[in-house]
């Protein structure tokens, strides 16, 4: 019995690095806002949006993190960043996110890829753009940069989550 134990601890063991495929996410409320910001935001839940009495453009970040783990895999295969924001207009409101590489020797930043809500009547959809190569946390770091733009006070950009996979 012991053994056929220890053979299900040690298979279950080797199995975790093929099924280590977890993403990354976070709720559009989780952000880093900028302190030195415009005061546009308003957290309500997991959503983040700009204030109905706020025309402009606001910027929050996020930072990307290895969930696979690093003593599973530093390079997960990651090629989707995705948004599920909330836009009412083709021209008065938008939220857009990018998804940058910072060097961590270098500072150097590079886009991998960019993501603009579809316009709609306001309710949450989902957006999507790829990248190739996946991500190397071992070289690099990563964050979403998620940009909120309205034009005019009855416009409505929200960001109710973002994820990379």
């Known amino acids: 019995m012991k053994n056929i134990v220890r053979l299900a601890v040690v298979c279950l063991l080797f199995s975790l690095p093929a099924a280590a495929q977890w993403d990354w996410s976070s709720p559009g409320s989780g952000g880093v806002v900028d302190p030195n910001g415009p005061v546009?935001?308003?957290?309500?839940?997991t959503t983040l949006s700009i204030r109905p009495d706020w025309i402009g453009s606001?910027?929050?970040?996020y930072p990307v993190t290895n969930t696979v783990g690093s003593s599973f895999d530093i390079t997960p295969p990651w090629t989707t960043l995705s948004i599920t924001a909330?836009?009412?207009s083709a021209t008065?409101?938008?939220v857009s996110a990018t998804l940058y590489q910072v060097e961590k020797c270098s500072d150097q930043q590079v886009a991998l890829c960019t993501v603009t809500s579809t316009d709609g009547d306001g309710t949450p959809a989902c957006d999507v753009c790829t990248f190739s190569g996946g991500l190397d946390f071992a070289n690099n770091a990563y964050y979403v940069l998620v940009t909120a733009s309205k034009t005019d006070l009855g416009g409505v950009a929200a960001l109710h989550a973002v994820a990379v996979y």
Request: proline residues 0%.
């Open 92 to 94: 008065a409101a938008s």
């Open 86 to 88: 909330s836009d009412n």
């Open 58 to 61: 606001a910027e929050v970040r």
């Open 40 to 45: 546009a935001w308003d957290l309500t839940g």
